[in-house]
């Protein structure tokens, strides 16, 4: 068994055509959100190698946390 202690985040990822080379307001084609954050990130890797696995993490308390 593994308890996991530490950060919970939202990670935003946006798909642009071309990498930006200079500051300036860019389309996004395509996005995702995913929960991330070390504990998180480590929770997920240990379940998937088979553990069982709990997360102890702080989310506050708005809309992104209903999300995670």
Known sequence: KL???????LDTIL??????????K???SDGLQIAS????SAACAAHRL???VS???SAGDDAVADQL
């Open 3 to 9: 308890l996991s202690v530490g950060a919970l985040t």
């Open 15 to 24: 798909r642009v055509e071309t990498l930006p080379v200079h500051q300036g």
């Open 26 to 28: 860019f389309i996004a």
């Open 37 to 40: 954050g070390m504990a998180t």
């Open 50 to 52: 088979g553990a069982e």
């Open 55 to 57: 997360l102890w993490a």
